[in-house]
C-alpha cells in the first residue's frame, strides 16, 4: 500500500492564517469552486448532504458587511464609529469568505448530531483545500455566527446553524507554530498495556 507524502505534509502542518493577517486579493473562480468541491466530499451517513453553503467574494463581501455592520450597531448601539467600519470591512479582509451552515434534517435513522459532524468535516475539508492551494485561511465563529438578523439575512431555517465563517486569502507570511496538545495526554489505547 503506498502513501501520500504530500498529503500527509500538509496534514502535519496545516495551520490557520489569522484572517486579520491575509491579504485580499481576490480568488479565481476556479479556486473557489475547487475548494466548495473538497467540501462535498465529506462523510455524510445518509446522503443527506446537511449543509449549505454562502459564498463572499468580490463585492458580494461588502454588501455583506453593510450587513454586519447594521447588526452590530443594533447590539452595540454605543460602540465607537471605529467599530462599525471594522465590522462593514470585515468581509473585505478576504479574497473570498465562505458560510457554511449546517442544515440537519430529521431522520429515523441518522441523528442531528451526526449530520452537525458532517458540517465540521465540510469546514476542515474546505481549509485543507485552501491551504493546498496556498492560501491563507482561518475558521472563524465570532458574534456573527449567532446573531439573530445575520442569521435572517443569511436565509437560516429551523434547526439552522453556521458551522463557521471560513476566510480564504493571500498569504502574506508563513503563520508561526502553535503549541498542540499533548500526544500522550490525548490519546489511550484500549486494552493495551
Known sequence: M?????TLELLAKRRSIKAVDMGSAPLSA???DTILRAGLRVPDHGKLAPWRFVVFAGEGRGRFGQVLEAA???TFPDAAPSS??????RFERAGAVIAVISA???HPKIPVWEQQLSAGA???????AGTALGLACQWLTEWYA????????????DGEQIAGFLYFGSRLQEPDER????FDAVVSWYGRE
Open 30 to 32: 476556479e479556486q473557489i
Open 2 to 6: 503506498s502513501s501520500d507524502s504530500a
Open 179 to 182: 503549541d498542540r496538545p499533548d
Open 146 to 157: 449567532f446573531d439573530a438578523d445575520v442569521q435572517a439575512a443569511l436565509g437560516l431555517g
Open 72 to 74: 452590530y450597531a443594533k
Open 122 to 128: 465540510v469546514c476542515q475539508n474546505m481549509l485543507i
Open 84 to 89: 462599525y467600519a471594522f465590522e462593514r470591512g
Open 104 to 106: 440537519p434534517r430529521l
